[in-house]
């Protein structure tokens, strides 16, 4: 229970207060003493009997005018309004002690940290943002600070702010420090952006698997180097993504990062983008500097090399080999320090057989590789990407991050995703546009069925010897898994079967040439 004491401001009054409590054998919670002569008491509940005696001696004391019960002391309803108004902010606060303890968090704080520990209040500060150097700030400066960095994957505008108290001599002391986090205004772009200069471009990338590990361990030891970087991955992976943190973690960062889609455009567009032409060539008067040119120190991102023209190819080979080439129209030769990085979805392998690309150009690129896993064979990531795409969208949508389902997230983790990261993001966002309470379900995302992917292949053809049927039906099922597993030896692995034997199979039925 809580007493609101009505009293004169005199010398020992409080004394005897706490002398009746003592000898009712009372168990003093918290008192609050206001100036202008009130006394608030927080005390464990009692019956009526032993309420109406304390009452009555509480009244009997000199300079007590009043004594009445109330619902909340002064600093429980402080605490509660300062709470409410805190968790309805939009950025994340935390209140960290000069030792690094959290003490305390608003619920946008809790959401976002949620992963990291099991209660945030009590945690430190150096559990969640092992980035930010607190000790060396509290010992070196101190001062109002703001920070770009990245919270599972998003980007956060962090605001470290010192909390001073003033002393009775008027000297400040400082006592604590709040952490304010805002998303970054960029972070508002597609997941795949990272800018150039970035030098946390790993952190963007969220999994917890093994093999997502494993490649963002192997791809930071790639970037350090110089020779071409080949990327293969399906898809909507985020290949363009992984090269940007590449450079971005390189001796180059600094310096440009330029990429060019080598399937988006003609082939004679594509050569003068990438090498320039001379004056008075393509009837144009002055010369233009190629990508190769602009990026003298950085980065060239051939995207889908897989794409590129035989003509083109015979150029970057060139190129690749003494780091110098020509402009179109002109006989004098150019040299420039680029580190090319290129990506395919293809199988490069398939497409030297088929004599689309070249080998010895294969040989060249192929120096360093990075493979990146589809979404269907590391399934424990999308529930940590779906929490940041949710978490990012939600806040571009101004809205509360709502929960998932068990279903949904069943239902998550059994699709093939054949879009990948990029599919993942979209349905996100979708489904939060379709949201009319706080939790996702399955049917805000709109999936296609088992039903659906079997739709159209038709009834099995029954003409023919036994032999035929089953090679017709074997090829029909090949063809279907074919394209969720573009290549022998993914497929290979999905049947469970050698890769020499679907290599054949595949072979004999004509698929994947196209």
Known sequence: MRLEVLC???????????????????????????????????CPELDFDS??????????????SDVRRIQFMPSERKNTELTAVLDNLSEALLSVSLNGQ???????????????????????????????????????SATRE??????????????????????????????????????????????????????????????????????????????????????????????????????????????????????????????TELFGHAEGALNQGKPHKGIFENADGGTVFLDEIGEMSAHLQSKLLRFLQDG?????????????????????????????????????????????????????????????????????????????????????MDALNSYMWPGNIRELDNAALRALTELDGIELTTHHFHLPTLDNLHHGQGKIDMEGSLEQIMKRHESQVLDKLYQAFPSSRKLAKRLNVSHTSIANKLRDYDIGKK
């Open 8 to 42: 004169e401001d005199r010398l020992g009054l409080t004394r005897e207060l706490l002398d009746i409590l003592t000898s009712q054998n009372l168990d003093l919670r918290g008192i609050d003493i206001d100036p202008i002569g009130i006394i608030y008491l927080n």
């Open 51 to 64: 309420f109406s005696s304390l009452m009555a001696q509480i009244r009997r004391i000199d300079g007590v």
């Open 102 to 140: 959290i003490a305390m968090a608003n619920q946008k704080a809790k959401q976002l940290f949620h992963s990291f520990v099991p209660s945030l209040v009590g945690g430190t500060i150096g559990q969640i943002l092992p980035k930010f150097p607190y000790q060396s700030w509290l010992d070196e």
């Open 146 to 271: 703001k920070h770009n960095i990245v919270v599972s994957g998003i980007d956060y505008l962090l605001e470290v702010i010192p909390v001073h108290l003033q002393q009775n001599n008027d000297t400040a002391v400082h006592t604590s420090t709040v952490f304010q986090l805002r998303p970054s205004r960029h972070n508002m772009g597609n997941i795949e952006s990272v800018a150039d200069h970035d030098p946390l471009g790993f952190e963007h990338f969220v999994g917890v698997s093994n093999r997502h590990k494993a490649l963002i361990t192997q791809a930071k030891k790639l970037s350090m180097l110089d020779q071409p970087l080949l990327i293969e991955g399906d898809t909507g992976t985020g290949k363009e993504m992984l090269a940007r943190a590449c450079h971005a973690r390189s001796h180059r960062a600094n310096n440009p990062f330029i990429v060019l889609s080598c399937a988006s455009m003609p082939d004679d567009v594509a050569e």
């Open 324 to 408: 110098t080439f020509r402009r179109v129209g002109e006989d004098n030769e150019v040299s420039v320090d680029v580190r090319v990085i290129a990506s395919t979805k293809h199988t490069l392998e398939q497409l030297m057989e088929l004599g689309t690309f070249r080998q010895d150009l294969y040989f060249r690129l192929n120096v360093l590789n990075l493979n990146i896993p589809p979404l269907r064979e590391r399934t424990s990531d999308i529930a940590p990407l779906l929490d940041m795409l949710l978490l990012k969208h939600s806040s571009q949508l101004g809205i509360e991050k709502p929960t998932c389902s068990a279903s949904l």
